[in-house]
């Protein structure tokens, strides 16, 4: 099945259920209704499996604290972060440098941190919210990165001489990223395109159940076909995107 628009799902179910034909969601409250399904039926299907198209990069937001330059906050949509590369490219240089950062344990992290000398000319102490001194390096780019909060991520460098703080266009996230969801007629799921067929079904099994009070067997058969297909499906590309 190709991919469907918000209002070609919710007309499809609304056809099943012998109801009102519409050309918008916003029609009837019927309609309304049918649509709030397909939403709650999406997310739950989202949340039902590890998607590999969910995978994304991104960027981290800074700070804009001078008070606290390491720090750099995790968009609230990304679910997990699989690494981030900071370009440590210098003022010399004439092409960027996109390096890996080293996770660290909050504890292992702090050990490195606490290592320092607070007293060297080349340490900046950052007072985090916690109240926790961290002794951050201020004339090199980012090694290392750890989270206290599993909101904000902590660097333990920043190259001053080159940024104040560390800056959200140097840096290449990449991990898991949640899908928004817009209600409106042209509004495409993010799914991939084999999986519209169970969103349809699965929609339109809760939405005779909910708006008709009876179970759609047929629709539930779909269902379960597709989601045990979805069970065995990988990355369409050998190996994952690499």
Known sequence: MASMTLLEIVQDILSDLDSDEVNSISDTVESMQVAQ?????????IDGKDWPHLYQFFQLEPSNDLDKPTHMHLPDNVINLNYIKYNKR??????????????KTPEAFMAILDARHSDSDNILQVTDDTGIKLNVVDNTHPTY?????????????YDSTVDNTLQASKTQGYGKVYPTWTMSDNFTPDLPTQSFSYLLNEAKS????VLKQMPNPKAEQHSVTQRRRMSQEAWRLQGGVK
């Open 145 to 157: 990165y750890t989270s206290f909060d599993n909101e904000y991520v902590v660097f333990d460098s």
């Open 37 to 45: 399904i397909v939403q709650t039926t999406y997310f739950n299907i």
């Open 90 to 103: 210098l003022s010399t240089d004439t092409y960027d440098k996109l390096v890996n950062i080293t996770y």
């Open 206 to 209: 809760v939405a005779f159940v």
